[in-house]
């Protein structure tokens, strides 16, 4: 489980870009430093996509819950993994402000 705490920032890393094919609903991350790249689902675009300008978590697992409309101790855990994945694979970084 990851474990940083709620007034932490985070945003996009450096030369992480996303793309929706909104037609076929595919989603893709690329990291054009790296040459990495992922397929996403909604929920994990929805996170990037929101990460797009820094965001506190606390802010985050608010507006996640909100715009999926799931239990909150769900919607936190699930929320926290993408996050966990997408700062393993260098698709986020914490920032300071």
């Known amino acids: 489980m990851l474990e940083i705490g709620p007034e932490v920032m985070l945003c996009l890393a450096e030369g992480v870009i996303i ?3 909104s037609e076929t609903d595919q989603y893709y991350a690329f ?7 992922f397929s996403l ?14 965001t506190g978590l606390a802010e985050l697992e608010l507006a996640y819950v909100e715009t999926f409309g799931v239990n909150r101790t ?24």
């Open 19 to 21: 793309r929706s094919l």
């Open 31 to 37: 990291n054009t430093i790296t040459g990495d790249h």
């Open 41 to 54: 689902n909604d929920t994990a675009f929805w996170v990037l996509d929101t990460l797009g300008k820094p």
């Open 74 to 97: 769900m919607g936190v855990k699930h929320l926290r993994e993408v996050i966990a994945l997408s700062l393993e694979n260098a698709l986020i970084k914490e920032v300071t402000l």
